[in-house]
């Protein structure tokens, strides 16, 4: 008989991060609809990782038209203790309910509303955080008018 061997996930830190508005949107191309949102900065907390999130980074989504939301963003986290961590994550966002954008851009957004996972990358050259380079890791997610925040989790 063969065994299953079901993965495990450790909270690592949660994150919360400021985007500009507006957006800018691209427009309807061969892929979709391309909206690219800018990072203005942020703030990382939990068991493993405290920082910040430093501006600069941002999200080159597209838009289906499904209103599915496939995003591949990339941002810099710098710890409290001074490392630089490159993060870069694809992931989708799937409203369960027609009315989820509006609720979004008014702030009236439950947790749950949406489905909202991503696969976080990071890459850094500090010794004190290179076992995050090789960590598999998910997130979920949650969006506001000019915010979106994520609980980050290791899969073990």
Same mark, same amino acid.
């Given at each position: 008989?063969?065994?299953?061997?079901?993965?495990?996930?450790?909270?690592?830190?949660?994150?919360?991060?400021?985007?500009?508005?507006?957006?800018?949107?691209?427009?309807?191309?061969?892929?979709?609809? +391309?909206?690219?949102?800018?990072? &203005?900065?942020?703030? *990382?907390?939990?068991?493993? !990782?405290? @920082?910040?999130? /430093?501006? #600069?980074?941002?999200?080159?989504?597209?838009?289906?038209?499904?209103?599915?939301?496939?995003?591949?963003?990339?941002?810099?986290?710098?710890?409290?203790?001074?490392?630089?961590?490159?993060?870069?994550? +694809?992931?989708?966002?799937?409203? &369960?309910?027609?009315? *989820?954008?509006?609720?979004? !851009?008014? @702030?009236?957004? /439950?947790? #749950?509303?949406?489905?909202?996972?991503?696969?976080?990358?990071?890459?850094?050259?500090?010794?004190?955080?290179?076992?995050?380079?090789?960590?598999v890791c998910v997130a979920t997610g949650n969006i506001g008018a000019a915010e979106v925040s994520y609980d980050v989790f290791a899969v073990l």
């Open positions: 008989m063969k065994m299953i061997n079901t993965p495990e996930l450790e909270h690592l830190f949660s994150y919360s991060a400021t985007l500009a508005d507006p957006q800018q949107m691209v427009g309807a191309g061969p892929m979709g609809t +391309r909206m690219i949102a800018q990072v &203005l900065g942020g703030r *990382v907390e939990g068991p493993k !990782l405290n @920082g910040k999130i /430093l501006p #600069g980074g941002g999200d080159w989504a597209l838009i289906d038209d499904m209103s599915t939301l496939r995003l591949n963003a990339r941002l810099t986290i710098e710890t409290d203790d001074g490392a630089l961590i490159f993060t870069r994550y +694809r992931g989708v966002i799937t409203p &369960l309910d027609p009315d *989820v954008i509006a609720k979004a !851009l008014d @702030g009236t957004l /439950l947790l #749950g509303e949406l489905y909202y996972r991503t696969t976080p990358i990071f890459e850094t050259g500090d010794t004190r955080y290179a076992w995050l380079n090789t960590m």
